[in-house]
């Protein structure tokens, strides 16, 4: 049975009602159910670069760069995200043929004196960017975000977060101008755009209450923040059409269409330090159907599968190990697929093991999709411009035949073999909560 497009798939999944409108941990209500209801119906915003969207994969890398690291795991992506804030090795991987991207966050900014202090790893170069030090809250502590008691909100309200870092309210005087100025400064040394992390921002700020800072035209800080990242977008963009902004919400939030290329999903399908996979199928088709009409608009929507701990936290460099249970070789074909067969990108933070046999799908190119969502007795598949990605959801090992196939062999990754196609179809089987990709010459 071939479904007309993901989009269509409202019968094959339950759509919850929308709960009540959001609040922040103080109670108040962020506002943000009813802009993402009006943007369901209005513009989305400009599209993404060709470059991105057409990438299947991407990856992030926030430990130290070295040219060990970038020859024998970052060469070959489209995408990396976590480039160092350095001129240097952005060079480098453009020299290899790697676009790179920085991290940065509009929710927390460094106190640099601080931060030296608490002597933390910093191969991220975060104590010498020239946004952070524009955002330098030894210079401007009026910029911090203050609780209902008086106090400085620290990021995700955790005493023990690394020293130097803060919640920000960024309705406060000086600040947007300051991070623009950051942004454009972070950018001349010439990465091809911005990976904007916590794009959660804690809507409400006392400040002005105990006199600590007023707000710009009375706004709180989630008003003050989406104004901030919309303006970051229009500047990013200004500088060069083909530089992308990518926000990380943890969760695809249509009001930031907009104002970005690309959103993730974090988290997805695997997630944690000590790895928990989820299969549940339903929610998998959720997000492929929420996310169609920015696909079909330009938009990119980047998945993150945690199949471990990653190397590095930038919040807290000591807070993962490497423990628990690895992943399975299923677990990392199945992630892949599902996020392939939604027309989104996907990553695992090199979060698979050394010489994991998930990590063949690094280097796995099927191209841009060819047709819709198809189903053939429970499984899916999607045909791609170079294979075909199938995705078997339930827990039952399962075998279908696959018709109308316009090459001569292709080759099972999972399997690592070549499988001919006869009089242009195939017979296919495939474990259950498992995904597999055949893939052409």
């Known amino acids: 049975m071939k479904l007309a ?8 999944v339950r759509i919850d009602p929308m709960p009540g409108a959001p609040q922040d941990e103080d109670g108040f209500e962020t506002s943000e ?3 993402s209801n009006q943007q369901e119906v209005t ?3 400009s599209p993404a670069p060709d470059w991105l969207t057409s990438a299947d994969v991407y990856n992030g890398w926030y430990s130290a760069w070295s040219e060990e690291v970038l020859r024998t795991r970052l060469k070959g992506f ?3 995200v976590g480039v160092p804030h350095s001129a240097r090795w952005i060079e480098r991987a453009h020299q290899s043929q790697v676009r790179v991207i920085h991290y940065i966050s509009f929710y927390k900014a460094l106190n640099i004196s601080e931060a030296k202090k608490a002597a933390w790893p910093d191969p991220q170069g975060f104590l010498t960017s020239p946004l952070f030090r524009e955002l330098d809250l030894g210079k401007h502590p009026e910029w911090a975000l203050y609780t209902k008691e008086g106090a400085v909100r620290r990021p995700f309200d955790k005493s023990d977060y690394p020293g130097g870092w803060e919640q920000v309210c960024t309705a406060s005087p000086g600040f947007e101008e300051a991070a ?9 040394l010439g990465a091809d755009g911005l990976f904007i992390d916590n794009v959660h921002p804690t809507s409400h700020c006392y400040g002005p209450a105990f006199g600590k800072h007023t707000h710009v035209n009375s706004m709180d800080n989630g008003e003050a923040f989406r104004k901030l990242i919309a303006d970051v977008y229009a500047l990013v963009k200004k500088i060069s059409a083909k530089k992308i902004v990518a926000l990380n919400p943890g969760h695809v939030n249509p009001i930031y269409w907009p104002s970005c290329d690309a959103m993730m999903y974090e988290s997805y399908v695997c997630s944690g330090a000590t790895y928990t996979c989820s299969h549940s199928w339903d929610p998998i088709l959720q997000k492929a159907r929420a996310c169609q009409q920015a696909l079909q608009s330009g938009k990119a929507v980047l998945t993150l599968s945690y199949m471990g701990a990653p190397s590095y936290d930038v919040g807290n460099p000591s807070s993962h190990d490497t423990s628990g249970q690895p992943p399975s070789k299923e677990d990392a074909f199945y992630c892949y697929a599902c996020s392939r067969i939604s027309g989104f990108l996907w990553a695992d933070w090199f979060t698979l093991p050394p010489n994991h046999p ?3 799908l690094y280097k796995i190119r099927v191209g841009p999709p060819l047709g819709a969502l198809e189903q053939i007795e429970g499984i899916y598949l999607r045909r791609f411009r170079r294979g075909i990605v199938i995705v078997n959801p339930s827990e039952e090992r399962k075998q279908i035949r696959i018709t109308r196939i316009q090459t001569s062999e292709l080759r099972d990754i999972f399997a690592g073999e070549i499988v ?10 495939i474990a259950g909560q498992s995904g597999r990709v055949l893939a052409s010459s």
């Open 5 to 12: 497009g993901i989009g269509s798939l409202t019968s094959l």
């Open 33 to 35: 159910r009813k802009s």
């Open 43 to 45: 513009h989305l915003g």
């Open 78 to 80: 489209p995408l990396i």
């Open 180 to 188: 623009l100025r950051g942004v454009r400064n972070l950018l001349e």
């Open 358 to 360: 998930g990590q063949v």
């Open 420 to 429: 001919d196609v006869n009089g242009g179809s195939l017979s296919v089987e």
